[in-house]
């Protein structure tokens, strides 16, 4: 049970009693996102603080499930909301009007539910036009109070004030009591050297979409607040103050973070504060840049590209050999930057594998019984995935239907694949991993990069998301990164900044094979001369081909069933990466 589950039921009737919903929710938590001249409207008989007060609130819950459905954070597009409701209220300090924390809970016709942590506040007159123009996506509702005053309830994560009152209940070691548990700050012993000794810290709150919310105060932190709540420990919060402690340079530091501990004693994360790294941006965005580079010279190389082979054993082989001139002369200093990546995810995967004697990251060895536990894994998560293609498959765009019922029907190669993973031991310890590692979880700082967000895959359940798995899941990830900004961009010409792209895509297409080859094998080559001989490193070439090839199709068949989920639109891009895998 999360430990924000307590509070009214969703069908509460003194809830209802207390609110009337109007507008275009008519048709239940379910409905599309309405436009912003288009609000639901909360008619309440108290004030704004009363309203805070009523947890589980059914009208006022439903606005907010309906505003976050089309919000990245929110990982439930997919499944039809049944119910809704405010589960915990926690007032923040914040401002000159009342602000609270809300912890909104939301059951599904199928599966468990999920609850979400939504900061929210009352703005009117001035201050409610200036966010419904500044801010319109921040918008949930319009309300109208019994005292006359009419204004917008809004997301509070867009406020200064928010972010800097989590921030100083982090610094204050603070607690507040809330109906249902208590939100606390915890500092690391590394606070105050990050924070510095500004009076104030200017705020800049992220307007990107992303998996949770962030904002960066001055040039010294950065406050993550996470929208998807669990019960138990969080792993981004874990394996970044493990990193924090071992002294680890290539991560943002954890400098303190926010629980909500509910009267049952267990714990959720819902916020945390790390060291703010100079960057020059993410080397998503670095790829992206520099295959347009490489795009425009393969469109005036004279000749075609040589052949490439990217199966997991081709790779290999081709990390163990320089990279031919052809390679060095067309992608260029790219290359460099993916050889630097290999050499800190291997430091990476050794400062997690480096504390035998801590019980959450102590490697362990693999036993024929994890073994067979990790193909069935693999099978489930395919089998899952496939099922849910078959059912969207006629609501997909026409030109990718027919690539996805081949995927499909190939649900038996792809077992063959997995089960090449039984019957010998793996040599090769499990650790503690990134578990998400791709080209936008790394920050390039223009001499070096920074690996962040520790979270992990968010589709899968935290407990998951703990366990040890091979470092292998790891460089897969990233290499499955390196293929999809390539084939996006093939796929997506106008995404380009290089009108290479729009040319000829026939003729550039054997021309990224050939980029991929030698970007992954660069990458591999640094992975590989770092780790050396570490215990999570595999002990035979067979071994780590035989992995590899497995993560690479296990993370591109994630990826399907992420596409299918929030941008059906994207679905080609794994699609052809599964393809390619199984067809080599």
């Keep these: 049970m999360n430990a924000s589950s307590t509070g009214a039921s969703p069908g509460d009737g003194a809830a209802d009693r207390a609110f009337t919903l109007e507008g275009p929710e008519a048709s239940g938590p379910q409905g599309e996102?309405?436009?912003?001249?288009?609000?639901?409207?909360?008619?309440?008989?108290?004030?704004?603080?009363?309203?805070?007060?009523?947890?589980?609130?059914?009208?006022?819950?439903?606005?907010?499930?309906?505003?976050?459905?089309?919000?990245r954070w929110f990982r439930g597009k997919a499944r039809v909301i049944t119910t809704s409701a405010i589960r915990d209220v926690i007032p923040l300090p914040a401002g000159t009007g009342t602000v609270a924390l809300t912890f909104l809970h939301v059951e599904y016709r199928d599966g468990d539910g999920e609850t979400y942590s939504v900061p929210l506040a009352l703005a009117t007159g001035e201050r409610a036009a200036r966010v419904e123009s500044d801010s319109p996506a921040s918008v949930v509702a319009r309300i109208a109070l019994a005292d006359g005053a009419v204004g917008i309830v809004h997301d509070a994560f867009i406020d200064a004030d928010v972010i800097v009152a989590l921030l100083e209940q982090i610094a204050g070691s603070r607690?507040?009591?809330?109906?249902?548990?208590?939100?606390?700050?915890?500092?690391?012993?590394?606070?105050?050297?990050?924070?510095?000794?500004?009076?104030?810290?200017?705020?800049?709150?992220?307007r990107a979409e992303q998996s949770n919310s962030s904002a960066i105060l001055g040039d010294r932190l950065i406050l993550k607040l996470f929208r998807r709540l669990e019960s138990g420990i969080n792993p981004d919060l874990e394996v970044t103050r493990f990193l924090t402690e071992r002294g680890f340079p290539n991560i943002a530091a954890l400098a303190g973070f926010v629980v909500h501990r509910g009267e049952d004693g267990e714990s959720s994360a819902v916020a945390l504060a790390q060291q703010f790294v100079p960057n020059e941006g993410d080397v998503w965005a670095l790829t992206l840049d520099r295959l347009d580079d490489f795009a425009a010279r393969a469109a005036a190389a004279d000749g075609s590209a040589p052949p490439a082979d990217t199966s997991a054993r081709a790779l290999l082989a081709s990390s163990a050999v320089d990279p031919p001139g052809l390679a060095r002369r067309m992608?260029?200093?790219?290359?460099?930057?993916?050889?630097?990546?290999?050499?800190?995810?291997?430091?990476?995967h050794r400062a997690l594998s480096g504390d035998p004697d801590h019980p959450d990251f102590a490697p362990q060895p693999f036993t024929l019984m994890v073994q067979r536990s990790l193909y069935q894994s693999l099978r489930n998560q395919a089998r899952q995935t496939f099922l849910f293609a078959g059912r969207a498959v006629a609501r997909l765009p026409a030109d990718v239907q027919a690539a996805t019922r081949e995927v499909m029907a190939a649900e038996d190669q792809v077992d063959a694949r997995y089960r090449a993973l039984l019957?010998?031991?793996?040599?090769?310890?499990?650790?503690?991993?990134?578990?998400?590692?791709?080209?936008?979880?790394?920050?390039?700082?223009?001499?070096?990069?920074?690996?962040?967000?520790?979270?992990?895959?968010?589709?899968?359940?935290?407990?998951?998301?703990?366990r040890r798995r091979s470092a292998l899941v790891d460089v897969a990830g990233m290499?499955?990164?390196?293929?999809?900004?390539?084939?996006?961009?093939?796929?997506?010409?106008?995404?380009?900044?290089?009108?290479?792209?729009?040319?000829?895509?026939?003729?550039?297409?054997?021309?990224?094979?050939?980029?991929?080859?030698?970007?992954?094998?660069?990458?591999?080559?640094?992975?590989?001369?770092?780790?050396?001989?570490a215990i999570f490193v595999p002990k035979t070439d067979d071994e780590f081909a035989r992995l590899l090839d497995a993560f690479l199709l296990e993370k591109a068949i994630y990826e399907l069933s992420y596409e299918l989920n929030n941008r059906p639109d994207w679905v080609g891009i794994p699609l052809h990466g599964i393809r390619e895998l199984l067809a080599r």
């Design 479 to 533: 290499l499955r990164s390196f293929h999809y900004a390539a084939y996006g961009l093939l796929r997506n010409p106008a995404a380009a900044a290089s009108p290479a792209w729009a040319r000829d895509r026939p003729a550039l297409e054997p021309w990224i094979h050939y980029w991929y080859q030698w970007v992954a094998a660069t990458f591999l080559r640094g992975y590989r001369q770092a780790a050396g001989d």
């Design 175 to 206: 607690r507040i009591r809330a109906r249902g548990g208590e939100l606390i700050g915890t500092p690391t012993p590394a606070f105050q050297a990050l924070r510095g000794t500004e009076a104030v810290l200017p705020v800049t709150v992220s």
């Design 331 to 348: 992608i260029g200093p790219f290359l460099d930057t993916a050889g630097l990546l290999g050499t800190r995810t291997a430091e990476l």
């Design 423 to 466: 019957g010998t031991r793996l040599t090769g310890q499990r650790i503690r991993v990134h578990g998400d590692l791709h080209a936008g979880q790394v920050l390039d700082t223009g001499r070096d990069v920074v690996i962040i967000d520790f979270e992990g895959e968010p589709a899968r359940p935290q407990g998951e998301r703990r």
């Design 33 to 71: 996102a309405a436009g912003s001249d288009q609000l639901p409207i909360v008619r309440a008989p108290g004030d704004w603080a009363g309203i805070l007060l009523e947890a589980g609130a059914t009208p006022l819950a439903n606005a907010v499930s309906q505003w976050m459905r089309d919000k």
